[in-house]
């Protein structure tokens, strides 16, 4: 039995090389159920990389994924570990994902769209995946645009349907990859809002994210990468605030806006 503040997802050594580039160097990281972790860094950090390793979308070099207690994958002739395309099916349902970019299939309403992960992933009647996408759109907000396809949303309302498609395969992990990075100024707040609102949900969420002010209120753990290693590890309070390391202090330095 699992519950509030127990280990959910542990990262051990997760090493992660594109060619002769070592990206991740070794990351460590237990996550609790019902954290908000925020995840600052430059760009060329590794933060992206850090999420898309952790439901496997990039196949790590060396490390282990351990999710609720049960460690992903089997050890590979050689080295690094060897993963079952079902196994990973059942990985990326239960850590979910939203992007930077929506990924919305276009020729689909937003109904479709989030109705399709509990069709053919979790492999729900019609009718259910039905019931359980409308809860969803309503629960982003978007309730009324069930018929709507992509082409006729804002950016802003792309996106919830997103974070709804999601939702909709009940993940025990949620992660956001910059999920406002693509949107105009004024179609952020509405996104972080509804980011604000599942978070009185419990639920177990990571956010890679820019928006320290946001970052700040939401999280209640911050970390800040630097080339490719967790450099500062903590709560908000103390990472953004007073931070141990010059290198997330210069980094700190470079938002100006950013005012507690």
Known sequence: MTVAGDVVLQVEDLHKSFGSTEVLKGIDLSVRRGERIAILGSSGSGKSTLLRCLNVLEMPT???LILDGEAVGKPAAGG????REAELNRLRARVGMVFQQFNLFPHMTALENVMEGPLSVLGRSRAEARRTAQRHLERVGLGGKAEAHPARLSGGQQQRVAIARALAMD???LLFDEPTSSLDP??????LGVINDLSEDGRTMLLVTHELGFAYHFATRILFLHEG???EDGPPEQVLKSPREE???RFLDRFTAFRF
């Open 62 to 64: 060396r490390g282990r």
């Open 229 to 231: 290693r967790i450099l």
């Open 80 to 83: 690094g570990t060897r993963y």
């Open 186 to 191: 004024e179609l952020v707040g509405e996104v």
């Open 171 to 173: 993940p025990e992990v």
């Open 247 to 249: 290198r997330t202090r």
